[in-house]
């Protein structure tokens, strides 16, 4: 199935069917405040690969919310989010893994991170998980914090100024979630984030 | 075979500890809930007039306040078919001679051995609303430390209950506080002076017996500056029929650089709501470790929070639920974190079976102007079965960019592999699993007092039991 590429506010329910793979990659900025979406793991076989990323700044509140709904045996999901927090912006985040009692042999994982690159940004992220079956893997971690500071110390260390070390881990840091993606939606990408 | 197969007779057919003396009480209140009850606690007690308003305002915020939408199911709690209070015994024991003897029974019944009666020596033991027997070591007083039920200190130290009682959870915290400071009763009280260190742990047994008598007791712990304390509540209660309730406050204030550890193990009978608001505040250089072990009740709605208040302070809590056939345990933890440099670690182990079922619900709280702040938090659960369930509801507030905060949960069955590998080495099923199990919560179980793990251990042992096919 064609990936399914979120970049405006909305409701995007999504039904993944058996035996098939769908990518949904969504991208929050202050052009896309609100992203709600639904993604069901509706037939055996059926996988979700879901990326995400996030760049905000100013006064950006953005809210994400996102439940990845298993209701048949033999599904797979896997969530990554990625972003950055800078000046006074605030990033909500709610993300829900939840396995239907019949949803035997599931394997589901979210992992969302937020980069905090001022003390004024702030992150509140939820992750929650609704586990009804028993034989399943399931889990979820979020993170928020500022660049590590052994890691920018290691960067300095070998002759980079502040600023340009803080550039390189960013970058570092959200590339994880960009390499993953398929080369157009890179591109878009890249305009996007040297804006 | 097995200790644990030896063992199970004795530790659990239905529920080990369901007996009950017969109810024989000097004062016991009808059932409900009215102005005139307070006013009657109030002057069973003969308590100053600042308390019986205190009970009077928070009556009023009980009516007032709704109860809460989230966590566990709470449509069969019916408020008026609970008696509020009961007077056990004429007055508080300090000689173990003087304990009525049917009181004394119901510690044989627990099966401590006499022994350890004497090595527990300054076991506050709380028989239904009121502590029966005191026992406080005679180093101690010297040094100052005062353990007493929470209506004797009242009593004979009304200006330092005075000025810390409501200070951490007041009245209109939620429903069951105010409930609580409307008709609290018994409950432990605990001052530690400036630099002592109790090296024994204070330990309190407390048992509910009347049918449907709810048990509100009211726990203050003072730690003054320098100062450390471990203390240990481990309670068991019979099993009856009717819906009972437990709704209690525990207070704690952890002043500059003092240690507060306080560990609960919980086993309620399968008709108790437990529904108990902790909450500790640490100031600059504290530590506040909170044990929370939940094994029984019906419904359990705990959350041990400890408030940051002071640079560096530290909140370490560890939470453990396990429930069984029509149990909900809501348990979880909160950290608050309103000061710089603090930091926080919060680990829940969770094991549901039986058609059980587990919630972690917790909070990690970041204030603005808290820079610095570390946090860590691992939720993991285990589920044996597929008519159980467990639920992860972590909220992360985080307002100060400064913020370290790691969050990680994973929800999972027995691992087949960890299964196979017992099995290959001449381990049968069941005892694999139980095996596993323990292993599982072992990071908890460690941090216990012996007694209680192994009492724990042998409880898995018996639940697991024909779970495992």
Known sequence: MAPIIITQSGDYPITVPAHTDQLVVWIQTAASPTITSTVTLAGPGAHATIRGLFLLQESDHATAQFTIHHTTPNTCASFLAKGTVRDQAVADFTGLIKIDEVAQKTESFLEYRALLLDATASANPTPSLEILANDVVASHAATTAPIDREQLFYVQSRGIDQPQAEALLTEAFVREVMDQLPAAVQKKLSTLWKS | ?469
């Open chain 2, 1 to 469: 075979m097995s200790d644990a197969k030896k063992l199970s007779p004795v530790v659990m057919s239905e529920y080990q500890y369901g007996f009950s003396d017969p109810e024989e009480y000097p004062f016991r209140l009808p059932k409900g809930l009215d102005e005139s009850v307070v006013q009657t606690i109030a002057d069973q007690k003969s308590e100053p007039d600042w308390m019986r308003d205190r009970r009077l305002a928070a009556l009023i915020e009980f009516g007032k306040k709704p109860l809460p939408p989230w966590g566990g199911d709470l449509s069969d709690l019916d408020f008026d078919a609970i008696t509020y209070y009961i007077k056990p015994g004429d007055h508080v024991s300090r000689d173990w001679n003087d304990v009525p003897s049917t009181i004394r029974n119901t510690f044989e019944r627990l099966g401590i051995p006499e022994s350890e009666r004497k090595y527990l020596a300054g076991v506050g033991a709380q028989y239904e609303s009121e502590s029966v027997y005191h026992n406080l070591k005679e180093e101690w007083k010297a040094q100052g430390v005062i353990f007493l039920d929470s209506d004797t200190a009242l009593r004979e130290h009304p200006e330092i209950f005075k000025q810390y009682f409501g200070t951490v959870v007041p009245a209109h915290d939620n429903k069951f506080a105010a409930l609580n400071t409307a008709v609290w009763s018994g409950g432990t009280f605990l001052y530690i002076p400036k630099g002592v260190h109790v090296k024994i742990p204070l330990q309190n047994y407390f048992r509910i017996n009347a049918k449907n008598m709810g048990q509100f007791e009211r726990t203050l712990i003072i730690a003054e500056e320098d100062s450390y304390v471990h203390y240990i509540e481990g309670c068991t209660a019979p099993s009856y029929t009717e819906n009972a309730l437990h709704a209690a406050v525990v207070e704690v204030i952890v002043k500059k650089n003092a240690r507060v550890r306080y560990t609960t193990i919980q086993n309620w009978s399968s008709n108790v709501y437990n529904l108990v608001t902790k909450r500790a505040v640490a100031h600059a250089g504290a530590v506040m470790e909170w044990v929370d072990g939940n094994l029984g009740s019906k419904l359990t709605m705990k959350y041990p929070s400890v408030y940051l208040v002071g640079e560096g302070a530290h909140a370490d809590i560890l939470s453990l639920a396990l429930a069984g056939s029509a149990q909900h345990q809501d348990a979880g933890a909160k950290a608050v974190h309103l000061a710089k440099n603090t930091t926080s670690v919060i680990t829940s182990k969770s094991v549901s079976h039986s058609g059980g079922r587990t919630s972690y619900r917790g909070l990690v709280e970041v204030a603005p102007r808290a820079s610095g702040c570390k946090s860590k938090v691992v939720c993991d659960a285990l589920i044996l079965d597929p008519a159980s369930r467990s639920d992860t509801y972590p909220t992360m507030k985080i307002k100060n960019g400064t913020t370290v905060i790691e969050h990680e949960a994973t929800v999972s069955k027995i691992g087949e592999e960890q299964l196979f590998y017992a099995c290959s080495r001449g381990i049968a099923a069941e005892q694999a699993s139980t095996m596993i199990v323990n292993g599982f919560i072992e990071p908890i179980v460690k941090e216990l007092p012996m007694e209680y793990a192994v009492e724990l251990n042998r409880l898995i042992g018996l639940q697991m039991e024909g779970s495992v096919g």
